[in-house]
């Protein structure tokens, strides 16, 4: 049985930084693609940074982008999100998601074409 886990979750102050990790287990096949979610209480989830597993291109929104990098260590199945310059807006659970299928669309970064999700680490950013 596929699971992705997360950890690294935490509470700092504006603009520290926090590093998340996603750790897949239950396979020994390769994702396509890696992706990272953020969803606030009363928002909708909203996709943060994605990578595809082969090649390693990365793809941010322009509300993180040059604040949060996300990498990859393919012999541990495992991803990172690096958080820096954090701000309060940030503040949220964070999900690590994933999907085996070529071809799908991670770049888009929509959560309904990631079929594996972990179970959330919460991000919390004080002014």
């Known amino acids: 049985q596929v699971q992705l886990v997360e950890s690294g979750g935490g509470s700092v102050q504006a603009g520290g930084s926090l590093r998340l990790s996603c750790a897949v287990s239950?396979?020994?096949?390769?994702?396509?693609?890696m992706g990272w979610f953020r969803q606030a209480p009363g928002k909708e989830r909203e996709g943060v940074a994605a990578?595809?597993?082969?090649?390693?291109?990365?793809y941010y929104p322009d509300s993180v982008k040059g604040r949060f990098t996300i990498s990859q260590n393919n012999a541990k199945n495992a991803q990172y999100l690096q958080m820096n310059s954090l701000k309060p807006e940030d503040t949220a659970m964070y999900y690590c998601?994933?999907?085996?299928?070529?071809?799908?669309?991670?770049?888009?970064?929509?959560?309904?074409?990631?079929?594996?999700w972990g179970q959330g680490t919460q991000v919390t950013v004080s002014s």
């Open positions: 990578i595809y597993t082969d090649g390693g291109s990365t």
């Open positions: 239950g396979t020994t096949y390769r994702t396509y693609c």
């Open positions: 998601a994933a999907s085996w299928v070529y071809g799908t669309n991670c770049r888009a970064l929509v959560d309904s074409d990631f079929g594996y």
